[in-house]
């Protein structure tokens, strides 16, 4: 808790389109009278224009202080320069699990109805622990790495939040047939957590390939999903795909310690600074932040305002108040004015 009842919270508006999502996400945050105070810190292309480290020691500290922040999109040159924002924060905060619930929304028609999945991606190692070698001109290589630690330690998280959020079935994506050390591993750590400790829990095992054409087949046949880091990403977009977009599917990233919450989309070059971004996949990422204060600090102020929010985006989806991307044509602030319209009376 911080200044004047306020929770203190970082907030990293980030790159591309970030500013102009983390700008909608402050006026609806203020006029649902959330208890937040913004600790603004930059990260990625907005730190080096100002001189600074792509992830600033400052930005790092403030996140370990208040323990909780709210990040934009941090771009990430392809192919050469600087090693991903995302990727150096999940490590250096030790953020292992990440969190992306995907589900239908009122008003947003897709090809499925009802969709409602978890996807739990570790956060910290496989290909994205970045060793990466040249090992002559025309040959270079990519270190998957993998240790029981990491492996159990998110079987662990993994089981542990469905057994909260009362899901019934958790099932791995993994290539063991042919990453049989790496991925053997990371199912074999799985397995023994539900085994042992969580045989109420449905538990199933899918080759990632299959796995993909069953999703788009039917997602009613998934509830939790539970992927190493590189399966987490690339399944992450594919499933936004099934419920309308990047735009709206939000994420958050948990450590022992820490939460950062963000938006599984990217900054979206394409469309930044031209005032059409949806806001929503960001807004929902705050809505879980507002949900993780009230559950880790006990405030109900914050229970309250993420409930009153949540109602008013999903009426407001509901009326036809939407952007491009999801077939309207209101760019980002008349969205958020549509939300801040209805919001419930206090
Ligand atoms: P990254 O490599 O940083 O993860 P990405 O490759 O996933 O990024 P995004 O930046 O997420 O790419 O964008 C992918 C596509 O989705 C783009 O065409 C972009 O315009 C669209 N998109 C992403 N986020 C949004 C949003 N919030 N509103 C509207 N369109 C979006």
Known sequence: MATQGFHEVVLIPGDGIGPEVSDAVRRIFAAAAAPVHWDEHVAGIAAIEGGLDVLPAATLEAI??????????????????????????RKRLNLYAAVRPVRSLP????????????????????????????????????????????????????????????????????????MKLTDGLFLRCARSVHQ???PNIDYQETIID???????????????????NLYGDVVSDLCAGLVGGLGVVPGANFGDVAAVFEAV???????????????????????????HLSATRGDERCKVAAERIKTAYDQALADGQKTRDLGGDLGTDAFAQAINDRLPPL
Request: net charge positive; charged share 20%.
């Open 265 to 291: 989309h990217g900054s979206a070059p394409d469309i930044a600074g031209k005032g059409i971004a949806n806001p929503l996949a960001l807004l929902m990422s705050a809505v879980m932040m507002l949900n």
């Open 196 to 198: 042992t400790e969580y």
């Open 64 to 89: 370990e202080r208040h323990q909780v922040a709210l990040k934009g999109p941090c771009t990430t040159p392809v192919g050469e320069g600087f090693t991903s924002v995302n990727v150096q924060l």
């Open 107 to 178: 008003g947003v028609s897709t090809r499925f109805e009802n969709v409602d999945l978890i996807i739990l991606r570790e956060n910290t190692e496989g290909l994205y622990s970045g060793v990466e070698n040249q090992l002559t001109n025309d040959v270079v290589m990519s270190m998957k790495v993998a240790t029981k630690s990491a492996c159990t330690r998110i079987s662990h998280w993994a089981f542990r939040f469905a057994t909260q959020r009362r899901r019934k079935k958790i099932t791995v994506f993994h290539k063991a047939n042919i």
């Open 210 to 228: 299959a796995g993909c054409m069953k999703m788009v087949q039917d997602p009613s046949q998934f509830d939790v999903l539970l992927l190493e």
